[in-house]
């Protein structure tokens, strides 16, 4: 059955194809290339239709792309493609994916779910860069020296969680913190920093780590190296920070 999604969320869209980049650990990582035609930009984006996730879907961007449809402004429809996934993580019964969007500037989606049985969708955020956007480093060792942030919160559900994507034009890193729970997946990392054991997340798309610190997961995913996202959770406040992920002095 397809639905109308209500939801209050930023004009998004980027057609586009990926290029490999290997790091000097041996890492692919995938990162984001406009084409001229991708760059041009078309209606504006004014909703979006949800369908339900048919049952039995295994692969967490397949349902996704089923369930997303843009509509926009001239009556047109963006539909994602496997293609255009950014970054896929799964950790416990929690799911995160970030696309790139088709038919206008570069602009993004990120799509949190939870799966008890079945994937459900249960929060969405697209996004863009425009000239009010302002890049930021926010007292963070960011891949870049600084980038946008967009976030969100997400507390109707069994597991609330919160989230901050960090982001430029090739680039999405997210943050996402959590309480606490007993966790299979993963695999330990050879380094501890003040006790806490990191894990790397075995994903379809581009890495992901996570780590338990004061009662709360935190897991850091995204489209750029297992080193780079290393060097920004060691640059991470603690949990229990007012301004957590950020640094108080920014």
């Known amino acids: 059955m397809r639905r109308i999604g209500l939801m209050c969320v930023l004009v998004l869209g980027l057609t586009g194809c990926t290029t490999s980049e290997e790091t000097e650990d041996g890492t692919v990582i995938e990162k984001i290339e406009t084409s ?3 760059q041009a930009s078309t209606s504006e984006w004014v909703g979006t239709l949800i369908e339900d996730v048919p049952k039995g879907t295994e692969s967490l961007t397949d349902a996704v792309v089923h369930q997303i449809t843009l509509q926009y402004q001239d009556g047109s429809e963006g539909h994602l493609s496997t ?3 950014i970054y896929e993580a799964t950790v416990g019964d929690i799911g995160l994916v970030a696309m790139a969007h088709p038919n206008q500037t570069p602009s993004f989606g990120v799509y949190h779910y939870s799966r008890d049985g079945e994937w459900a969708m249960h929060g969405m955020k697209h996004f863009r860069i425009h000239d009010a956007s302002e890049k930021r480093s926010h007292g963070l060792s960011l891949p870049e020296n600084s980038m946008y942030t967009i976030d969100s919160e997400i507390d109707d559900v069994k597991r609330p969680v919160k989230l901050w994507t960090l982001y430029d034009e090739t680039q999405l890193v997210t943050i996402l913190m959590t309480d606490a729970f007993s966790v299979g997946d993963g695999e330990r990392i050879d ?8 894990y790397r997340l075995n994903q379809p798309s581009g890495n992901g780590i996570y780590f338990i610190s004061q009662d709360k997961l935190i897991l850091v995913t995204g489209n ?3 080193d780079e996202l290393l060097k920004l959770t060691d640059s991470l406040p603690e949990p229990s920070s007012v301004s957590f992920p950020f640094d108080d002095s920014e």
């Open 36 to 38: 001229e035609e991708s």
């Open 83 to 85: 293609k255009d996934v």
């Open 191 to 198: 380094r501890q920093a003040d006790g806490v054991e990191y």
């Open 224 to 226: 750029v190296s297992e």
